[in-house]
């Protein structure tokens, strides 16, 4: 069948082909290659729908020519053609609902797949400026909702359609001035329903802002839940839930009062008008104006007519929420992905090393849709230059917020420098693609990630070979983490977090460290990696890095100089300026923050050191 050859072509569609200005072009985008089986779907709807209104021909021949008669002979024809319909109709609809909910399947199949593909590859930007709650419920409750829209809204919508149309068109045939008469109520009924569509769209949009923030609040709870403990937070966050749990109740309760003020209403008109049209079809056939038969017919098919109407609100309704939940997806279908691949020229295989800033200066892009690009954010980074040969190691030293993060940030095109240049061996970093760029730098971030799954898979993420055993165990020794590791349950198959076991922090870090050393990058830069540890561990961690940055342009960012002392070079950065930099021994020898910093680091040391000494030979012995 053609149709399903197509269905199955579709699930290669690139979704960003749907943007389009009209919501109903970028829709019917939206379900190509499934396209025909969904207009067989619906056509099987309207012949559902022709065959009930035929019931209405057999009631009226069966009133005039069988029942008023007398006539014995014909009652089971009749009964057979009552059956032959009712199948005919039950059977289509089914088949009908089938073929909906295989094109609504397939095209929500579709969408989350992209959906996932999608947001690996949307920009740091797009991250910092989005709640990870709002996007988790963007990508399972929207898609939810837009699955219901093709296999139970838009298919609701045109068995309504279809089934009022074909019954006023049998009424017409019985009668063209019943028909007219009955109908009156419809443009008026589709009138009401379009306005208080319109208001329902504006308050349920309100009801789902609120509902993600309120997703949000929860998830970043459950995240952060152990600073809310450490800081005996709790109250206030339960007291900061309940308001905004108040607020979603009240419109949740706003959007329950509209379906209280709606149906009755619509009830009202509905029923004026059944009343309304069989008295009046009464009075003609009283009149003798029509036949019996045609007046029971008659009867029959306003019910069939009048009826569905009655949905025409709550399928409006339904849609409306879809369309909401339906823009909050193309949302994110609308961001542009980081072009992984764009590039002028391929990196060269035997990457030296040799990376220098030019006055390099950045500011992180304000997000808002509206204004790519601009930013009315102070800057971060102002007129950076310095030069790292291939294999040096350099140190940044600075107090916190000074944009030692931020500057590394700029070396793999995580965000975009905005002014000045960065060359790596030679060409300005942007020539290159992101993709091979980042195959090239290894970092270890200041709070390292771990997936929830075993230790082996943490530690081979970042290769895209197989790995023999004998490699992960080289690399967890050279970054200190083998012994650890083989003390866990199911030594490497332990898995990290959630299910599994938690990881130390310093662990945690080893971990990251054997990720990066596997992944073998020419360029490393290592955030902070000794931050989170004890003097013990820190020195088990400094020999991990040493083995790691062989031969390596290394990057160090750290707080403590006993770290960075033996670096190549020393950049000391304050408020998004390099203030002095040179090696260890130049920068003790002049007056400025390094030395002060160095002396207020090595007495605090010193002092330490005496406390324990003293503590310890007050010990009674
Ligand atoms: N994603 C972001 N969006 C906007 N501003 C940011 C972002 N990340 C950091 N900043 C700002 O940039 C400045 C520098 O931050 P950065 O994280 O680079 O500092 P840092 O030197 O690494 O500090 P620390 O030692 O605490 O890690 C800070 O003022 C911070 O508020
Ligand atoms: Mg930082």
Redesign the pocket.
């Known amino acids: 069948m053609a149709f399903l050859t197509g269905a199955l072509r579709g699930q290669d569609l690139n979704l960003h082909v749907i943007r389009a200005r009209s919501r109903v072009r970028s829709i019917w985008r939206f379900v190509h290659g499934y396209r025909s089986l969904y207009l067989v779907a619906l056509l099987l709807l309207a012949v559902a729908a022709l065959a009930r209104s035929s019931f209405a021909w057999v009631i009226k021949t069966f009133t005039d020519d069988v029942l008023l008669p007398g006539n014995y002979d014909r009652i089971p024809l009749m009964g057979l053609y009552f059956l032959g319909l009712a199948a005919a109709a039950g059977l289509l609809t089914f088949l009908g609902g089938r073929l909906a909910a295989q094109t609504a399947e397939g095209v929500t199949r579709r969408l989350r797949v992209f959906l996932y593909d999608h947001l690996q590859h949307l920009p740091?930007?797009y991250h910092?400026r989005m709640q990870t709650g709002d996007l988790i419920q963007r990508s399972s409750s929207d898609v939810e909702e837009i699955r219901r829209l093709f296999a139970e809204h838009l298919m609701g919508l045109s068995r309504i359609v279809s089934m009022s149309s074909m019954a006023f068109v049998a009424m017409w045939q019985l009668s063209p001035r019943l028909a007219l008469v009955s109908a009156i109520v419809i443009p008026i009924s589709v009138g009401v329903s379009f306005g208080f569509w319109s208001y329902l769209a504006r308050i349920y949009d309100l009801f789902q802002d609120q509902e993600a923030r309120l997703s949000s609040l929860l998830q970043e709870n459950i995240y952060g839940a152990r600073v809310v403990r450490a800081f005996a937070r709790e109250q206030y966050e339960i007291a900061k839930f309940e308001r905004e749990n108040a607020i979603l109740l009240n419109r949740g309760r706003n959007v329950v009062r509209f379906h209280n003020v709606f149906w009755p209403s619509m009830d009202l008109i509905l029923a004026s008008q059944m009343v309304g049209s069989t008295l009046f079809g009464a009075w003609m056939a009283i009149d003798g104006q029509i036949s019996m038969g045609t007046y029971v017919a008659f009867t029959g098919l306003l019910g069939l007519m009048v009826g569905p109407v009655r949905h025409l609100g709550r399928i409006f309704a339904f849609i409306t929420q879809s369309l909401v939940s339906y823009e909050r997806v193309l949302a994110i279908i609308n961001e542009d992905r980081e072009p992984l691949d764009a590039g002028l020229v391929d990196m060269p295989q035997e990457l030296a090393g040799d990376v220098r800033f030019e006055d390099v200066s950045f500011i992180?892009p304000e997000g808002t849709q509206d204004r790519p690009g601009e930013s009315t954010?102070p800057g971060?980074l102002h007129g950076i230059s310095f030069h790292a040969e291939p294999g040096q190691v350099i140190a940044i030293l600075?107090?916190?917020?000074?944009?030692?993060?931020?500057?590394m940030?700029l070396l793999p095109r995580f965000y975009a420098y905005t002014g000045g240049r960065i060359l790596l061996d030679g060409r300005e970093l942007t020539e290159y693609p992101r993709r091979q760029l980042r195959r090239h730098i290894g970092v270890v971030q200041?709070e390292p990630f771990l997936f929830s799954r075993s230790i082996r898979e943490n530690i081979t993420y970042g290769t895209f070979r197989k790995v023999s055993e004998a490699e992960i165990v080289a690399a967890a020794e050279a970054a200190n983490i083998h012994e650890s590791i083989l003390d866990m349950p199911r030594g490497y198959d332990t898995v990290v977090g959630e299910q599994g076991v938690t990881l130390s922090g310093g662990q945690r870090q080893r971990v990251a460290i054997a990720r990066t050393i596997l992944k073998d990058p020419r360029i490393l830069i290592l955030?902070?990696a000794t931050s989170a540890v004890d003097t013990s561990t820190e020195k088990a961690i400094r020999e991990a890095l040493r083995n790691l940055m062989r031969n390596r342009t290394t990057f160090v960012?750290a707080?403590r100089i006993s770290s960075i002392a033996s670096a190549d070079r020393i950049l000391v950065?304050d408020q998004?300026r390099i203030v002095q930099t040179g090696t260890h021994e130049e920068l003790v020898a002049q007056a400025g923050t390094y030395r002060d910093v160095f002396r207020l680091q090595t007495s605090i040391e010193a002092e330490l050191q005496a406390d324990i000494q003293s503590t310890l030979e007050a010990q009674p012995a």
């Open positions: 740091f930007a910092d992180y954010l971060v600075g107090p916190t917020g000074s944009g030692k993060t931020s500057m940030n200041q955030d902070d960012i707080h950065l998004g």
